[in-house]
Nanobody
């Protein structure tokens, strides 16, 4: 059972550029064999898949709502996957989650139901 630990986010001003991080809870585990997805859920709304990256770090994908503003990346040496968010808008405020899946191929799948292991999530609030 893979457990994920997330960090980053919190209260951000409009236009801000926070970073969310995702790692395996066990320090001796790496996420390199997993496709990683980032998701968000605002109150009263369905969970939205916003970005994903394959286990090889290739072919990242983005939802239209974040394309051009958010960047997903891997740091294999640090065993981390990051979501860099730029130009935050009030409508970006949500709980943000990372998730992992061991069975995807060269292209990650941008879908909520495609991921098996989920992090605890954290709120990103956009306010001045």
């Amino acid at each position: 059972q893979l457990q994920l630990v997330e960090s980053g986010g919190g209260l951000v001003q409009p236009g801000g550029s926070p970073r969310r991080s995702c790692a395996a809870a066990a320090s001796d585990l790496s996420l390199e064999w997993y496709a990683i997805g980032w998701f968000r859920q605002a109150p009263g709304k369905e969970r939205e898949a916003i970005s994903c990256i394959s286990n090889r770090g290739s072919n990242p994908d983005y939802a239209d709502s974040v394309k051009g503003r958010f960047t997903i990346s891997r740091d294999s040496a640090k065993k981390m996957v990051y979501l860099d968010m730029n130009g935050l808008k009030p409508e970006d405020a949500a709980g943000y989650f990372c998730a992992a899946d061991p069975s995807q191929g060269r292209r990650c799948v941008l879908g909520v139901n495609e991921y098996v292991f989920w992090g605890q999530g954290a709120q990103v609030t956009v306010s001045s």
